[in-house]
Structure formats: C-alpha cells, structure tokens
C-alpha cells in the first residue's frame, strides 16, 4: 500500500523559499515518475506543478516555471520541491504523488500534503 509523507511547508514573505520533501514507501519507487500537486484554497482540483520522471527529466508548469526545481533521491525514495521566489499565488496544500501514465493518481494514494502559506 502506498504511502506517502510530505514535509517542509510553512509561512513564509512573498520572494522568500522553502523546500519541501516527500517520503514515499508502498511502491517501487525509482521506476514511477513522481510529481508535486497543489490544491489553491477554496479549490478542489489539484494542479500538477512539477513532474520528474524515473530518468530524471523534469517538467514544469507555467505558474512556477523558472523559480521552482524538483528533484529526486532513488536510494532514500524521496522527492523533492525547492521552490524560490514564492508568491501569494503560490499558497496552497502541497502533495507529491506518482504520475499515471493516464489518468490521476488513485484516490486513496494521497497523503495528508504539506501546506505553503505565502504572505505579500
């Protein structure tokens, strides 16, 4: 069962970073691409953010292109978030996830996510 553990949010001033991590056991890791999701308050869909796939190409969208870089550790299966620049848009709950193929996650693989708060 897969389970995963984010960690590393917090308040923080507009143009300030915070990096996150995510602690995933359950799956075989090192072969799944893994992705950060937000969910912006007040919003029910969550946004994917940023992707890495197992050979470790990167993807990002618009909104955090340029000030936010993820990365993963295969030996300690984990993900991670850096982000920099941070705006007030940028608040939301944060969680990490594998990326189907197709299709979202699975709706019981989520973890309890990490939140960002960014103040202007």
């Known amino acids: 069962q897969v389970q995963l553990v984010e960690s590393g949010g917090g308040l923080v001033q507009a143009g300030g970073s915070l990096t996150l991590s995510c602690a995933a056991t359950g799956i075989i890791f090192r072969f799944n691409a893994m992705g950060w999701y937000r969910q912006a308050p007040g919003k029910k869909q969550r946004e994917l953010v940023a992707t890495i796939t197992s050979g470790g190409s990167t993807n990002y969208g618009d909104s955090v292109k340029g000030r936010f870089s993820i990365s993963r550790n295969n030996a300690k299966n984990t993900v991670y978030l850096q982000m920099k620049s941070l705006k007030s848009e940028d608040t939301g709950v944060y969680y990490c996830?594998?990326?189907?193929?197709?299709?979202?996650?699975?709706?019981?693989?989520w973890g309890q996510g990490t939140q960002v708060t960014v103040s202007s």
């Open positions: 996830n594998v990326v189907p193929i197709t299709g979202p996650p699975a709706v019981g693989s």
